[in-house]
């Protein structure tokens, strides 16, 4: 397989812009989530997804960011409009359920830089 | 609520020499514990997780961690650290009240030097 696939991998724009970061989990895998890594805050899930259906939002940092899930082999996050702050580097996680706990495996993920 | 520290952001230790990263957790419930690693510009790949059973956990590339209930710790080790364990390691604990979700440490940048 694979593995998790992110694009773009890195991403430069400008402040206010529209920001969208794709995911393609491992095929066959039902869960997927987002994180967020920052020198400051480290490691933090914004989202999770099962069979699809978001679980768990809470990470979300606020209203100008977005996350779908349209079908099992693809995922995306948004962020509009987009902020100097939102700079990091965004992982997607897919994992399996099978049987507690679930080894979750990371992409390579999305380096983003907003100026 | 969960919680992970990870002492020492930065480690360094000769090659050859024992690799030692402590981890302790906080969980209200019987816990599971893995270890993460992430070689620059990649994303985290598994080192090792603990569950139930046998408190001594193998992992990938020579890793070992110890589960110690009694010191809420899972400190990883290695006997003789290599140039490419260089890397970034994490600490992460789940348990069964929110198995899906894993909450990192901040991570302990380990450099081997010649």
């Known amino acids: 397989d694979a593995g998790v696939i992110q694009s773009p991998r890195h991403e430069v724009t400008e402040m206010g812009q529209e920001v969208t970061l794709r995911c393609k989990p491992i095929s066959g895998h039902d869960y997927l989530f987002w994180y967020r890594q920052t020198m400051m805050r480290g490691l933090e899930l914004l989202i999770y997804f099962n069979n699809n259906v978001p679980i768990d939002d809470s990470g979300m940092p606020e209203d100008r960011f977005s996350a779908k899930m349209p079908n099992a082999s693809f995922s995306t996050l948004k962020i509009q409009p987009s902020e100097p702050r939102d700079s990091a580097v965004y992982f997607c996680a897919s994992s399996l359920r099978e049987g507690l706990p679930d080894t979750q495996y990371f992409g390579p993920g999305t380096r983003l830089t907003v100026l | 609520a969960q919680s992970v520290t990870q002492l020492g952001s930065h480690v360094s230790v000769s090659e050859g020499a024992l690799v030692l990263l402590r981890c302790n957790y906080s969980?209200?419930?019987?816990?599971?514990l893995f270890w993460y690693v992430q070689y620059p510009n990649q994303g985290l790949q598994l080192l090792l997780k603990?569950?139930?059973?046998?408190?001594l956990v193998k992992g990938i590339n020579g890793f070992e961690a110890e589960f110690k209930k009694s010191e809420t710790s899972f400190h990883l080790t290695k006997p003789s650290a290599h140039m490419s364990d260089a890397a970034e390691y994490f600490c992460?604990?789940?348990?069964?009240?929110?198995?899906?979700?894993?909450?990192f440490g901040s991570g302990t940048q380990l450099t081997v030097l010649p």
């Open positions: 969980s209200s419930v019987p816990p599971y």
């Open positions: 992460a604990v789940s348990d069964l009240s929110s198995a899906r979700q894993l909450t």
């Open positions: 603990y569950t139930t059973g046998a408190t």
